[in-house]
Each structure stands twice: as structure tokens, then as C-alpha cells.
């Protein structure tokens, strides 16, 4: 039963960064690797805040989300000229970059060795310290980041992201700044992404350099090229799925030496499988 | 005054004046059509004037100011709206999404927190029912056919309430119904004092429809009129036959 | 019109059709060896949509191609074998291979690297302009050597019939001339059939011995190159004057 509650944390957090990436790239078409980082800003800001400054938990998150949002916007103005394939190797090195001071700003993030003792939330006086409890936290603010994305998608902002996406230049001919459009989505993302690393510092408890690499970038990124781009639904369902599918290999009866890697292959697997016959993914609306 | 006008407009590639010191004036309430054979450099002018590419010399004024501003936001807000020979819409959205882009806020922050409203959706109406698409309004735009996508291009320019519309090749592979509607969607633009300009091979179409008319060739303008005077001038007649 | 030279290469009856749009109606052409004829009409005429057919680029809804006046289905990579080659329209070399790699490739269905040798020799025999160039980069070559370098690129498989697709486009009309010039010369040599795909109708009626003139998809004259002139029919396609009308 905790195991459960554990998923179900889970996907709670990956929802959110399924949400938040989806309307970078699934609804505006920027390809970016980049989220692990803004996730990570995130994590480690309010973690920071709460064991150096015994800062309130919201508070601590609120200064994480902006300061995550700040650091988008000034990267936003460097790599949106960057166009295609540059834009990606731009966000693969804003990840980089990100994990590299983790790693190594140590007199702040005391590097490999991580932050412990991150206490939970505590709110109106309640610590939540039953991981249920948590449960009740982490799905309350996948709804809110739900119902985010929802309102920017059925928006006029949200059709001219779609536009966006498909052709920037005759977007721009309809008389659209369009590079405002783009930072202000990358920004947002990277926002949201920022409020899920809160949440996963201060359920975890610890955090590390090692949770926001550009291989937890790549994950988010299946997780929603799985459930589809384009939709809310799909950048939800998508982690569900992946992260009950990673799971779930852990019962499939491997032996012990080589369960890790057989669910990663078989992770893989499934991936190939899915871009072969169903590119769009399970709920998508949009093909690259 | 014209809403467009060219003074010795230039525009190069690799030395090679594909734009060779053009005076072109568009006049609002008339249709002009811009002809000439392939590579005299139609397309190319169209794609300078509306900031798609940079110019190399000259001046483009717009309504008598010197257009400063070139690229393609600025250029639509200066009045000027375009087409293209292949028509570039937004496919994986629908017929509908296409319009209602273009009728929406501009403005970022603006749009964050619009809904389109039953105005726009009415607007979106009375442009799709004209063109015959209200039906289709919610199919991707990729499923629809040839003469469709051309119409929904069509509207969507129209869409935008210029003050000068560059149509560049509008009636090429269409029917003679779609051919219809297209024209008089053109006719109520001029009607309604707009300037149209029609790059134009058809010269049936362009003798049917266009107030004046300017002959390129090589990159300059090689003669000027009423279409059934210049389509008699030798010079024209060599530029399309060759020598 | 055949006399008794036996028809080389035909297109009969053919419709083409792209996403809703009739590119060509029932277009029969046809050259017998020996002969330059040409395909002239003004733009979106159908007249390259009539060569690509010939060659298999294009598909065809209906008609058929015959060679040596059987039937055959034309697949592109095995025209050159069969003896036709096609030269595609803007000068497309291979920018960043030298001018006689560029030549070697028109010779990949050679079976045998002499013949690619003494084939390449014997095109350079036409483009002098070309020898002292043989190791330079396509791609710096003017708009006038790629031109020939393309044609010449196409005469390296020895084909029986060439086919040309706007090769003035983007040309000075001095160029031009010296293209047209160049084809009839290698016509007369080595008695090498060519369709020209051409919208500058007086300088490829100069070498044209027969000519199509297309319009809007049909072919609406097939003439001897001569009797164009003075008929008012080129006027009438081009520029819609006369007192046909719409």
C-alpha cells in the first residue's frame, strides 16, 4: 500500500513535468532537454531555503519557481535565435550547465554530497510526514498545474503556440512577435517544472546532483512523446504509463543482477515500438 | 498617394540584380497585377516588400512614409498582408484555428488571458461561408484538398482587414468555380477601396481582372498600363517568346 | 511526321495528377531519332509534368511510354541503362564535388570504368570550356558552366535521347544562345534525340526541328518548328491575345 502511494506520488510529479514540458514542446514545437535543469533549480532553491533558512514551505517554493522562471528568461534571449537542431544542443548545455553548478558550487550545494534533512511541508501547522498526506499536496497541485495548462491551451495564446509551432515565419507574417510568444512559454515551463522540483526535494528529502541530468531530462521527454504530444491528457497519462510500466518491470521476475538493466531495455523497447507505430503517441495531436 | 510604392528598390543575390531599381506604385480601390516570365523577378519582389527577405537599396514607402521596420511582424502592421504560390497554412490545426489566429490579440499578454469570443466566431463565419469552408471548419487543415488549402489562404489574408493585399499566384491548378470566388473575393477587396496585387501567369485572368498592370522582366519593369495595352507592346511579346 | 525512322520515344495519352490538381490531360508527344523537339508553353503549361512522366518521376494516372515502340514502365535509376538521360532544371550539380566527379556520376550504369573514361574524354570533346576545370568544385562554376557541365554530366552515359528541362532558366540570354547552340551541335554529331522542356519558345524553335506547345495541362498545337511563326498560336498561349478568350 505505501508502495502505492509512492507511485502515485510519482506520477503526480512526473504529470507536472510532463505538463509543464508539453507546452514548451508539444504545444509550441521547441525542442528542449533543458527541463532536469529548471527542475532542478527548483529542488534545490526551496531545499536551500528550507534547511538554511527554516523558510516556510511555500514561501521557499514560490522563491524556487521564480527564480527558475528568472533563469529562463534570461537564457530565453540567447538560445531562441538558435534555430532547429542548435536550439536543442542549446538546452542540452543549459542542463549541463545547471547540473554542473549542482554538482560543484559545493560551499552552496555541498555537491556530490546533496542536501539531506529536507523537512516536509509543513502547512497550517501539519507536517506532512506521512508520504498520504504528501499524496494529498502532490495531486492537489497536479490539478492546479492541470488546469494551467488547460486554460493556456483553450487561450488565443495558446492556438498562436500552435502556430508557432508549425510555421514561426508565416506566424510572424500575421503580424505576431513571435519570440515574446516563446519566451514567455519557455519561461512558464520552465516555472512549472520548478514547483515539481519543490515538491520532489521535500517529499525525498534528499536531493542530489544526480536526479537532474540530462538523462532525467530524456525520461521527461518520453514520458510525454509517449502519451502524445499536443495534449494535456496525453502529458499526463504518458508518465502515468511510463512510470507504471518502470515499475512494473521490477515484478517481471528478472534476476536480481540484471532487473536494472532489462527494465531500462525493456523501457526502450517499448519506446521504439511506439515511435514505429504510433508516432503521434496514445492521446497526441501533433506529429514532429 | 499609393498604399505601396517602390522607389529604385533593389535586391541581389550572389551580384546577380534578381530586383533591378524598381518603381512600382499600388493604388488603393485598383487591382494590379505584376506579370512577366519565369525568373523576371516577380516573386522576389513580393518577398522584399513584405520583409520576408532584406533589400539590398532603395526605398518602400507606405502611404508616403518610408517603410523603416522590415521584418514580417512590423510589415503586417504597417497594413500589409500577403500570400504564397504554396499555401502556408497551419496543417495539424483546424480550418477554423486558421482564422481565428488571425483575428485574436497580438499582444502576449493580452492573448494569455482572451477566449475568443462569439464576435470572432462570427467573423470566422461570414469569411469561411464566403469561401465555402464553413462546413470543413473543423477538419486539419492538411486533410483538405488542393483548391481548399488555396481558398483557406485566401481567407485568411482577407482575414487580416489590410490595407494592401500581394497575392502571389492565387488561381494556379484551380477549377473554374474556385477561380470564381477567388475573383470576387478580389473585386470586393478593390471595391472596398484595399490595394490588390496579383502575380499572375494566367493573362486571361489578368485581363479580366486587373486595373493596371506591370511587366517585368529580368528584374526590371520592361512596361506598364492596362493589360491589353501592354500584352501588345513588342517588348513584352520578346520577353515571353525570347528574341 | 514519323517518315521511316522508327519512333524512338513516346508518351501516349498521359494524365498526371498532383493532390487534387490535373497537371497534364491526355498529352501524346514523341521523338523519333535524330530529332530536337520541343515542349514550350508558359508556366504551369504542364510541360516538365510531361518530361518527368516520360522519364517516371512523376506517376501517371493514365497513358503509357513507349520505347522503341514497345511499352515499358519507367523507373528513373534504370532510364540511363535503357539510353535516356535527363537533365533536371537549375543547373543541380553536385556543388561540392569537382567537375569530373560531377561527370563520373553521369556514368553509374557504364558496366565498365574504360567506358567511363573514354565516354568522359569524349563529352570533354564538347564542353572545352570544361577540361582546364575538371578539379575544381561544381559549385564555383558560373550559372553557365553548371549549365553545360550538366548537360555534359547527362551525355556521359552515351544515351540515345536527352532530356532537357528548362535549361535557360536563370541564364543571360547570351548564355543562352551558347546552350542552344551547344545542344544542336551535339545533335548533329552524334545524332542524339533531345526534348527541350522550354518557356523561351524563340530560341529553342532556332534549333527545334519539331515543337508541342502546351497549354494549361493539353497540348494545343504539334507542329513542325517553322510553322509557329506568324500562326498568332504562341500569342494566344502566352499572353491570351487574339480573339480567343476564356
Known amino acids: 500500500m505505501e508502495y502505492l502511494i509512492h507511485i502515485a506520488v510519482l506520477v503526480c510529479l512526473y504529470g507536472i513535468l510532463g505538463l509543464s514540458l508539453n507546452l514548451v514542446v508539444g504545444e509550441t514545437g521547441l525542442i528542449s532537454v533543458a527541463h532536469a535543469g529548471f527542475y532542478g533549480i527548483g529542488a534545490y532553491v526551496t531545499a536551500l531555503l528550507l534547511v538554511g533558512l527554516g523558510m516556510n514551505f511555500f514561501l521557499a517554493m514560490a522563491l524556487g519557481i521564480i527564480a527558475s522562471g528568472l533563469v529562463a528568461l534570461l537564457i530565453s534571449g540567447v538560445i531562441s535565435r538558435l534555430r532547429g537542431v542548435y ?7 543549459l542542463n549541463i550547465i545547471a547540473w554542473s553548478i549542482f554538482l560543484n558550487w559545493q560551499s552552496v550545494t555541498r555537491g556530490p554530497l546533496g542536501i539531506p534533512s529536507i523537512p516536509r ?3 497550517w501547522g501539519l507536517d506532512l510526514y506521512q508520504n498520504l498526506q504528501f499524496l494529498f499536496l502532490a495531486a492537489a497541485s497536479l490539478a492546479i498545474v492541470y488546469f494551467i495548462s488547460v486554460f493556456i491551451k483553450k487561450s488565443s495564446f495558446g492556438r498562436v503556440l500552435n502556430s508557432i509551432r508549425e510555421d514561426e515565419e508565416a506566424t510572424q507574417i500575421f503580424g505576431y512577435a513571435t519570440s515574446y510568444y516563446k519566451l514567455a512559454i519557455f519561461t512558464i515551463g520552465a516555472m512549472l517544472a520548478a514547483l515539481a522540483g519543490a515538491l520532489f526535494a521535500t517529499y525525498i528529502t534528499y536531493i542530489d546532483p544526480s536526479s537532474f541530468t540530462i538523462n532525467e531530462s530524456i525520461f521527461i521527454f518520453s514520458t510525454i512523446v509517449l502519451g502524445g504530444l499536443g495534449s494535456s491528457r496525453g502529458a499526463v497519462l504518458g508518465p502515468l504509463l511510463l512510470v507504471f510500466l518502470f515499475e512494473g518491470f521490477r515484478f517481471a521476475g528478472f534476476p536480481s543482477e540484471i532487473a536494472a538493466q532489462m527494465r531500462m531495455l525493456a523501457y526502450g523497447f517499448a519506446l521504439v515500438l ?15 | 498617394m499609393p498604399i505601396l510604392s517602390t522607389q529604385k528598390l533593389v535586391k541581389s543575390f550572389g551580384g546577380v540584380h534578381a530586383v533591378d531599381h524598381v518603381d512600382l506604385a499600388f493604388h488603393g480601390g485598383k487591382i494590379t497585377a505584376l506579370v512577366g516570365p519565369n525568373g523576371s523577378g516577380k516573386t522576389t519582389f513580393i518577398n522584399t516588400v513584405t520583409g520576408i527577405l ?3 537599396g532603395g526605398e518602400i514607402h507606405v502611404g508616403g512614409v518610408v517603410m523603416r521596420r522590415m521584418n514580417p511582424a512590423d510589415v503586417a502592421a504597417y497594413g ?9 497554412l497551419i496543417q495539424q490545426i483546424s480550418v477554423l484555428d486558421n482564422i481565428l489566429v488571425v483575428l485574436t490579440e497580438r499582444n502576449v499578454w493580452g492573448a494569455l488571458f482572451e477566449r475568443h469570443t462569439a464576435l470572432h466566431l462570427e467573423k470566422a463565419g461570414n469569411i469561411l461561408k464566403k469561401v465555402g469552408l464553413w462546413e470543413k471548419r473543423n477538419e486539419n487543415a492538411e486533410n483538405l484538398s488542393y483548391g481548399q488549402r488555396k481558398l483557406l489562404e485566401i481567407a485568411r489574408a482577407v482575414s487580416m482587414r489590410a490595407n494592401i493585399y500581394l497575392f502571389d499566384e492565387p488561381f494556379a491548378g484551380l477549377f473554374p468555380e474556385t477561380i470564381e470566388v477567388i475573383s470576387d473575393i478580389l473585386r470586393t477587396l478593390r471595391d472596398k477601396a484595399a490595394s490588390v496585387v496579383l502575380v499572375e501567369h494566367n493573362m486571361n485572368l489578368v485581363r479580366e481582372l486587373a486595373d493596371y498592370c506591370y511587366v517585368l522582366d529580368g528584374g526590371k519593369v520592361i512596361a506598364e498600363g492596362t493589360p491589353d495595352y501592354v500584352l501588345k507592346q513588342p517588348q513584352v511579346i520578346e520577353a515571353y517568346l525570347g528574341k | 511526321m514519323t517518315g521511316m525512322n522508327e519512333i524512338l520515344l513516346a508518351l501516349q495519352n498521359a494524365s498526371v495528377q498532383y493532390g487534387g490538381v490535373r497537371a497534364l490531360e491526355n498529352v501524346t508527344t514523341q521523338i523519333d531519332e535524330g530529332e530536337i523537339v520541343a515542349l514550350m508553353g508558359p508556366n504551369g503549361a504542364g510541360k516538365s509534368t510531361a518530361l518527368k512522366a516520360l522519364f517516371g518521376i ?8 513507349l520505347w522503341h515502340g514497345k511499352k515499358i514502365i519507367p523507373v528513373p535509376y534504370e532510364m540511363s541503362a535503357r539510353g535516356i538521360t535527363f537533365v533536371p532544371q537549375g543547373r543541380q550539380v553536385f556543388k561540392s564535388l569537382t567537375v569530373y566527379e560531377n561527370l563520373e556520376l553521369g556514368g553509374y550504369s557504364l558496366p565498365n570504368r574504360r567506358d567511363l573514361k573514354n565516354n568522359i574524354e569524349s563529352v570533354l570533346q564538347f564542353f572545352p570550356g570544361l577540361k582546364p576545370k575538371l578539379g575544381v568544385k561544381a559549385g564555383v562554376l558560373s550559372g553557365g558552366q553548371q549549365q553545360m557541365l550538366t548537360i555534359g554530366r547527362g551525355l556521359v552515359a552515351d544515351p540515345k535521347v536527352l532530356l532537357l528541362d528548362e535549361p535557360s532558366l536563370g541564364l543571360s540570354p547570351k548564355i543562352v544562345q551558347e546552350v542552344f547552340e551547344k545542344v544542336r551541335e551535339i545533335n548533329l554529331s552524334r545524332k542524339i534525340a533531345v526534348v527541350i522542356v522550354e518557356h523561351s519558345v524563340k530560341s529553342v524553335l532556332s534549333i527545334a526541328h519539331r515543337a508541342y506547345l502546351m497549354s494549361h495541362g493539353k497540348v494545343i498545337a504539334s507542329r513542325n518548328a517553322g510553322e509557329f511563326e506568324g500562326s498568332g498560336e504562341l500569342e494566344q498561349a502566352f499572353l491570351a491575345s487574339g480573339t480567343m478568350r476564356r
Open chain 1, 87 to 93: 536550439f536543442l544542443f542549446g538546452t542540452i548545455g
Open chain 1, 121 to 123: 511541508p509543513g502547512i
Open chain 1, 274 to 288: 511506439l515511435m514505429l507505430y504510433r508516432p503521434k503517441g496514445i492521446w497526441g495531436t501533433f506529429r514532429i
Open chain 2, 54 to 56: 532584406p533589400m539590398d
Open chain 2, 80 to 88: 500589409i498582408t500577403r500570400t504564397f504560390q504554396n499555401a502556408r
Open chain 3, 58 to 65: 512523376v506517376p501517371m494516372t493514365e497513358g503509357r511510354v
